[in-house]
DNA sequence: TACCGTTTTAAACGTATGTTTAAAACGAAT
DNA sequence: ATTCGTTTTAAACATACGTTTAAAACGGTA
């Protein structure tokens, strides 16, 4: 099947250089150029450049969710009416995006960054084919969020999640600068599963901190000095 | 003083596009016919595209990061040797950012969001550029970050400094998505301020959380269930 | 009014983009 | 060997971009 190798080779290059400079920076020609195919290729598998990168997303997303749906179903089930444990909750999140890219673990920095590219960027057409088809699945994971912190209200769970999103995202969007940085700053060089078992941490306290402010630090003003 | 319109004019449109599209996917026609001004107005007024993206951090940034400093070197000399509290210091920092926008509160989200896509989109130049001229500002506040937790070790916070980062950066970058979201789900409108007084808990609770995982979870097979 | 530096303007420049075209090359089936 | 659907290719298309140009308009000063 050589026509394959055409997508494939095209799936990949776009998927490395959307993750490193963006989609409205990255340009087929380029993408084709990578890939050693016809500029023309991409239009002809896929119809346009909006389809090209709603591709490479499904490349991971779809096998994730599969993996992920069935990993939540037998937690789900194993809990019976127990609250679901979050930390947990939040690792089997974690190792399935490791095991979905086991073969090549620098994919999952480049799925997380093209994440964070997806919401943060413009390029509406991308939040909306990620609803479409994967908002099923965030919703049901919203759910075992909600049932692993049964007393947060439904306002401070929604706000807590997207601060979760936010400091994951943003890392794995930034991981190879930030291990780079890391290297530089305090000498040591972090595999991607290190930086997980930091960050797991970090959230799971942060989602499950007291809810009022403990200090008295409710006022708005500083010090006054201009 | 007719010139100085002009450039006003340019800098307000280009600050609202800018966060609201990106970089790469504004035009300097968009920005001319929303400013009402000739498309050649800026490179006379600004040289290049690059240099007006700068020009738009400069406008947040030369003001917050002045009012900042001499913030934190109040907070610093009151101190005099006691650690310095991290939700104090967390909340000098929104609050002179909140201070800076005092006027048009939705400035606040423009920048985080400009921040924000500084950060992730590619644009090399722009981080370069905040580098270079913000980057000891930075330096100052991490150094004050880390008195107020030396029990952490460097790697450790070097982290959880960028989790922070990114929790803040990702929320306000989608903070209008979000509050919108928020409205449709929760049923409450939440203003920015309110954002923060849930977002600083949270982050400080991530940083101030005990360093090593304290549930048993520390493997990385999850259920083997394909 | 005449002058001159500053600013604005319309038009064009060169380049790059996503997409389309129509012909060529390919591969299996008749 | 010929046919036929699929795939690849080079070339062109139309459009959009950032930038430059040179002339026009402006505004205070002599």
């Known amino acids: 099947m050589p026509q394959k190798d055409t997508s494939k080779a095209i799936l990949e290059a776009a998927e490395q250089l959307f ?3 963006g989609f409205a920076e990255t ?6 150029a990578r890939a050693g195919v016809n500029l023309a ?11 090209l990168i709603h591709a490479v997303f499904a490349g991971f997303l779809t096998p994730f969710t599969a993996r992920l749906r069935s990993e939540l179903s037998l937690y789900e089930e194993s809990l019976a ?3 679901a444990e979050l930390r947990y909750l939040l690792g089997i999140v974690f190792n399935t995006a490791l095991l979905t890219c086991a073969d090549q673990p620098e994919r999952l920095n480049r799925f997380m960054r093209l994440l964070g590219l997806a919401y943060t960027q ?7 084919y990620l609803n ?10 919203s759910d075992l969020l909600r049932r692993s912190m049964p007393e947060l209200s439904a306002e401070e769970l929604y706000w807590r999640f997207h601060f979760m999103l936010g400091a994951v995202m943003f890392t794995f969007s930034g991981v190879d600068t930030l291990k780079a940085m890391a290297e530089h700053d305090v000498g040591r060089l972090a ?9 797991l941490p970090f959230v799971a306290g942060g989602m499950q ?3 009022q402010l403990p200090v008295a630090f409710a006022g708005r003003e500083v010090s006054g000095a201009s």
């Open 19 to 21: 993750s490193e400079r």
């Open 81 to 83: 009416d127990e609250p």
């Open 132 to 141: 479409r088809e994967y908002g099923e699945d965030f919703a049901s994971f």
């Open 191 to 199: 595999q991607t599963s290190d930086v997980i078992d930091l960050l």
């Open 27 to 32: 340009s087929l020609r380029t993408i084709t």
């Open 209 to 211: 901190v007291p809810a």
């Open 122 to 128: 413009g390029q509406g057409h991308i939040k909306r």
């Open 41 to 51: 290729a991409v239009n002809y598998h896929f119809g346009s450049k909006k389809s």
